[in-house]
């Protein structure tokens, strides 16, 4: 494969980017086409956001006869595909009301907030603490990064929020130990994406329920990784036994089209009042068509059957790579079509990049972890074909 030209090299983009960066042309299906022709089959998917691959005329269709009839009306009015969607939410979910944002990080700044409003209403103003547990990654708006407690993002922009508290994940003494009424807000990933593809136990998770339920604390489960399908269920606290107060969404949502969803309980809702929060763009209804559209197919029950399935085949294809490469790979874990190989002595930005020069796109997650989140309409084939490209790279 000759990629050689297919980089562009620091182009005039703010230096906070990478200086070297494959240019894509296309995509089709799974595979993504690089300036050149060359063809990588993508098992990152824009980082766990084109669930249902690329080229994807109908959505470009959808996209476009929106755009014909409405594009923008802002927030003091509504549009049809923005009320159809946050009723389709409320329905699969069992939630009461939908907030919409651009964008993942906005949708945890939405719910960071309603907890507040939440817990100031029913505990007085001082109960406003919020606790986040380590290797989170919840966004780089300044409330999301206070919650996301990694050094590499923090240090440069302290002071962040005040009365943001980490425990270890997964662990329940420590939970035991930290929660009282004075929190506002847990706010967690059922399976943490960015920080290593760390599974919730279910015993966490029952844990979490019922200390916030005694201290009436608002739980916010971030699923804008690893919700809406990629674990093979609709919604990923489902996969560990959550119940939420608050899910957030984002990712796949719009196909691709930038759009978040805050999802919240009725108790929360009845104490926000209008005006409480807002943004000039969220819910915008040619996203909000686009992803009428995104959730019809993510929420099928057939498809969702289909995910899991797929994902059971990729956990096996990768413990058998695990099994013959007992030196490169410590560990598999995940659910579903978010996956993680725990490398042993390998360093990942290596095998990411020698992934890449043999057709294959990856990301990193933690220190020493590939993150596999491929679109959920990958084959079994398909799958076959970048777990054989992992092993020639690993055998390298
Ligand atoms: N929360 C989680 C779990 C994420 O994985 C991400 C993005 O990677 C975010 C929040 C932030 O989303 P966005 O980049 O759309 O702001």
């Given at each position: 494969?000759?990629?050689?030209?297919?980089?562009?090299?620091?182009?005039?983009?703010?230096?906070?980017?990478?200086?070297?960066?494959?240019?894509?042309?296309?995509?089709?299906?799974?595979?993504?086409?690089?300036?050149?022709?060359?063809?990588?089959?993508?098992?990152?998917?824009?980082?766990?956001?084109?669930?249902?691959?690329?080229?994807?005329?109908?959505?470009?269709?959808?996209?476009?006869?929106?755009?014909?009839?409405?594009?923008?009306?802002?927030?003091?009015?509504?549009?049809?595909?923005?009320?159809?969607?946050?009723?389709?939410?409320?329905?699969?979910?069992?939630?009461?009301?939908?907030?919409?944002?651009?964008?993942?990080?906005?949708?945890?700044?939405?719910?960071l907030?309603?907890a507040?409003?939440?817990?100031?209403?029913?505990?007085?103003?001082?109960?406003v603490a919020y606790l986040s547990f380590e290797s989170a990654f919840h966004?780089?708006?300044?409330?999301?990064?206070s919650v996301t407690p990694n050094e590499?993002?923090q240090?440069?922009?302290?002071?962040l929020l005040p009365e943001c508290h980490t425990a270890p994940f997964n662990d329940i003494q420590a939970l035991e130990s930290i929660l009282n009424e004075s929190f506002a807000a847990v706010i967690v990933e059922p399976i943490q994406?960015?920080g290593g593809?760390n599974v919730m136990t279910?015993e966490f998770a029952s844990k979490l329920n019922e200390l916030c339920?005694r201290f009436?604390i608002v739980l916010i489960a971030d699923?804008?990784?690893?919700?809406?399908?990629?674990?093979?269920?609709?919604?990923?606290?489902?996969?560990c036994?959550l119940?939420p107060?608050?899910?957030?969404?984002?990712?796949?949502?719009?196909?691709?089209?930038?759009?978040?969803?805050?999802?919240?309980?009725?108790?929360?809702?009845?104490?926000?009042?209008?005006?409480?929060?807002?943004?000039?763009?969220?819910?915008?209804?040619?996203?909000?068509?686009?992803?009428?559209?995104?959730?019809?197919?993510?929420?099928?029950?057939?498809?969702?059957?289909?995910?899991?399935?797929?994902?059971?085949?990729?956990?096996?294809?990768?413990?058998?790579?695990?099994?013959?490469?007992?030196?490169?790979?410590?560990?598999?874990?995940?659910?579903?079509?978010?996956?993680?190989?725990?490398?042993?002595?390998?360093?990942?930005?290596?095998?990411?990049?020698?992934?890449?020069?043999?057709?294959?796109?990856?990301?990193?997650?933690g220190?020493?972890?590939?993150?596999?989140?491929?679109?959920?309409?990958?084959?079994?084939?398909?799958?076959?074909?970048?777990?054989?490209?992992?092993?020639?790279?690993?055998?390298?």
């Open positions: 494969m000759d990629n050689s030209n297919a980089y562009s090299v620091n182009p005039p983009l703010c230096r906070n980017y990478a200086d070297r960066f494959l240019v894509f042309e296309r995509g089709e299906g799974c595979y993504l086409y690089d300036i050149k022709g060359n063809r990588y089959l993508d098992m990152a998917a824009g980082i766990a956001v084109n669930a249902l691959g690329y080229g994807r005329k109908d959505l470009a269709q959808i996209m476009s006869r929106q755009a014909e009839k409405i594009i923008h009306c802002s927030n003091l009015y509504s549009t049809v595909p923005t009320l159809t969607l946050a009723q389709k939410l409320t329905a699969a979910s069992g939630f009461d009301a939908v907030f919409f944002g651009n964008s993942g990080t906005e949708a945890n700044e939405a719910a907030k309603f507040r409003i939440y817990s100031k209403s029913r505990k007085g103003e001082s109960a966004g780089r708006t300044a409330g999301a990064l590499k993002y240090k440069s922009y302290r002071p994406g960015e593809i279910t339920s009436d699923e804008i990784q690893a919700g809406l399908g990629r674990t093979g269920f609709a919604f990923a606290s489902a996969a036994g119940k107060d608050i899910i957030t969404l984002g990712k796949p949502i719009a196909g691709g089209l930038p759009l978040g969803a805050t999802l919240v309980k009725a108790k929360i809702n009845d104490a926000v009042h209008p005006g409480d929060h807002g943004s000039t763009f969220g819910g915008n209804p040619v996203c909000c068509a686009v992803a009428n559209a995104v959730t019809d197919t993510l929420f099928h029950p057939h498809f969702l059957e289909e995910v899991k399935e797929k994902g059971n085949y990729l956990t096996k294809k990768l413990t058998e790579l695990k099994e013959r490469h007992p030196d490169s790979i410590a560990e598999i874990r995940g659910v579903g079509l978010i996956q993680g190989i725990v490398l042993k002595d390998k360093n990942p930005a290596e095998i990411i990049e020698s992934c890449e020069k043999n057709g294959l796109i990856l990301l990193r997650a220190a020493n972890v590939l993150r596999l989140v491929p679109p959920l309409v990958i084959s079994k084939e398909e799958i076959d074909e970048g777990t054989a490209i992992i092993e020639r790279v690993l055998s390298d």
